[in-house]
């Protein structure tokens, strides 16, 4: 909370990363939370059932965790015309999905009556699943996410892809770094073909960057998140 809050304002959504392994938490995401605080944000630092999980735990969690934000404790204090979505690496998918939930069809995980984000800020995200499978990026991690791979299971890809759900609901930005050896820029890149609208801002640095608020990614996440 920003200090000093007592009327509506706007939110960010923060998603974490770490493969959507369970030896990852929200924790990755308190110095950015902190941070964006500082800055006048109220923050909703969300986490979610891991891949060890049966499908579709994972996307289930992650949007009940996101509608928790406007029935909850603070939610008087929640603007719902100012709401973005931002996460870290597989977070980025996460946030990416959350933003798309209206293109999904009745009956898929996270379908249903929602707030719509105003915009979406996803940093160095797992942007591409079918791709990254491909890749075998985080050792099998989209695998265990989904259960399987996309000519397995083509529908389960059809409603976590972000690439399958694009082009991007919502004005989206994703914010990625040039070193980046743990998720490639080709999966934002890919990611920004199936969606021409969206904006790909490169900078410097590793994949962890993007968790350092004096970083030059984080202040291009602060950037793209003044159109709140």
Not at 38 to 64: C, K, M, R
Not at 79 to 102: N, Y
Not at 113 to 135: D, M, N, R
């Amino acid at each position: 909370m920003p200090a000093g809050r007592t009327t509506p304002g706007p939110l960010v959504v923060l998603v974490h990363g770490g493969y959507w392994r369970d030896s990852y938490d929200l924790t990755l995401e308190d110095d950015l939370a902190d941070d964006l605080a500082g800055h006048g944000f109220l923050v909703w630092n969300i986490d979610y059932a891991p891949s060890v999980e049966a499908w579709p735990a994972t996307l289930q969690d992650a949007a009940a965790a996101y509608d928790f934000a406007f029935h909850g404790r603070y939610a008087a204090l929640v603007d719902r015309t100012r709401v973005a979505v931002a996460g870290h690496s597989a977070g980025g998918q996460l946030a990416l999905w959350l933003a798309s939930r209206s293109r999904l069809p009745p009956g898929a995980p996270g379908a249903g009556s929602h707030v719509v984000p105003k915009l979406a800020v996803p940093q160095a995200p797992v942007a591409s699943l079918a791709q990254a499978y491909a890749l075998g990026l985080g050792g099998g991690a989209v695998g265990a996410l989904v259960g399987g791979g996309p000519s397995d299971l083509p529908d389960r890809y059809a409603v976590a892809d972000p690439v399958a759900l694009a082009p991007a609901v919502v004005p989206t930005t994703i914010v990625h770094s040039t070193e980046d050896d743990v998720v490639p820029l080709s999966q934002s890149e890919d990611y920004v073909r199936a969606s021409p609208g969206t904006v790909l801002v490169t900078v410097p640095g590793d994949h962890f960057t993007h968790l350092d608020p004096s970083s030059e990614a984080c202040e291009a996440l602060r950037r793209a998140l003044t159109a709140l």
